[in-house]
Nanobody, 122 residues
Framework: QVQLVESGGGSVQAGGSLRLSCAAT????????MGWYRQAPGNQRDLVAY???????TYGDSVKGRFTISRDNAKNSVYLQMNSLKPDDTGVYYC????????????????WGQGTLVTVSS
């Protein structure tokens, strides 16, 4: 069974840092573009950062210059380094894969992880 497993969330004071990890587990042949999304209470799920298979990145305006997304294709993993955290960064962070191909040639679209909670206090 293919799934995305996030880790690294927690509570931190404003100005602090956290590093989120997302590992794709299961019988995976390849991962396509990956992204991190954030959902604050009462809000929609918004894009935080996005990385393509060749390493090109895109960031939401509110996190530019503070967050860095990266990936390790050998480990089927994507990371989000979050620095200079603000209370507005609080929310559940979800990892998403646009496309996963398994070793049995199964194609999975829009695979989401279960989310990890980040709380930033002032």
């Amino acid at each position: 069974q293919v799934q995305l497993v996030e880790s690294g969330g927690g509570s931190v004071q404003a100005g602090g840092s956290l590093r989120l990890s997302c590992a794709a587990t299961g019988n995976i042949f390849s991962l396509n573009n990956m992204g991190w999304y954030r959902q604050a209470p009462g809000n929609q799920r918004d894009l935080v950062a996005y990385i393509t298979t060749d390493g090109s990145t895109t960031y939401g305006d509110s996190v530019k210059g503070r967050f860095t997304i990266s990936r390790d294709n050998a480990k089927n993993s994507v990371y989000l380094q979050m620095n200079s955290l603000k209370p507005d960064d609080t929310g559940v962070y979800y990892c998403k894969a646009d496309l996963i191909i398994t070793r049995t040639a199964l194609t999975l679209h829009d695979v989401w992880g279960q989310g990890t909670l980040v709380t930033v206090s002032s």
